[in-house]
């Protein structure tokens, strides 16, 4: 005699409705991720949900000047709000920014300029010839 074991079943059928139920939130909050216990971190490339820290720290006493969490994957966006906000907490009316290559951003560089912040960056093309093979 052969017997099938219901309880897989019973398991198999939760799982699509689980599924079907969680499908069912994402298109109510017109959303393509869900993180029940982060709802409002974002998918990170190669780190899963998660959320983005940037820092400015000030080199010459290694203390971070200011700090933004985001859920936004790319720094190339944020290098002008980044650098205003250290020039503000500084209370300096010029200041020199180095930055990593995902902080490049060629218009905000030169808006910065204007500003009197002068602006380092590492070109990303410059980073991967220095990776090793």
């Given at each position: 005699?052969?017997?099938k074991?219901?309880?897989?079943?019973?398991?198999?059928?939760?799982?699509?409705?689980?599924?079907?139920?969680?499908?069912?939130?994402?298109?109510?909050?017109?959303?393509?991720?869900?993180v029940?216990?982060?709802?409002?971190?974002?998918?990170?490339?190669?780190?899963?949900?998660?959320?983005?820290v940037?820092?400015?720290?000030?080199?010459?006493?290694?203390?971070?000047?200011?700090?933004?969490?985001?859920?936004?994957?790319?720094?190339?966006?944020s290098?002008?709000?980044?650098?205003?906000?250290?020039?503000?907490?500084?209370?300096q009316?010029?200041?020199?920014?180095?930055?990593?290559?995902?902080?490049?951003?060629?218009?905000?560089?030169?808006?910065?300029?204007?500003?009197?912040?002068?602006?380092?960056?590492?070109?990303?093309?410059?980073?991967?010839?220095?990776?090793?093979s």
């Amino acid at each position: 005699m052969r017997v099938k074991c219901t309880r897989r079943s019973r398991c198999h059928d939760a799982g699509r409705l689980q599924a079907a139920n969680g499908l069912s939130r994402l298109e109510a909050l017109r959303t393509t991720q869900w993180v029940e216990s982060e709802p409002d971190a974002k998918q990170m490339k190669g780190h899963g949900p998660a959320y983005n820290v940037r820092t400015v720290v000030a080199v010459e006493h290694a203390l971070i000047v200011t700090h933004e969490v985001t859920t936004e994957a790319t720094d190339n966006t944020s290098l002008q709000s980044m650098a205003e906000a250290a020039r503000d907490a500084l209370e300096q009316p010029t200041l020199n920014v180095a930055a990593d290559a995902g902080y490049s951003n060629g218009a905000q560089a030169e808006a910065l300029e204007a500003q009197g912040i002068c602006t380092r960056r590492r070109c990303n093309a410059c980073m991967r010839a220095r990776r090793p093979s």
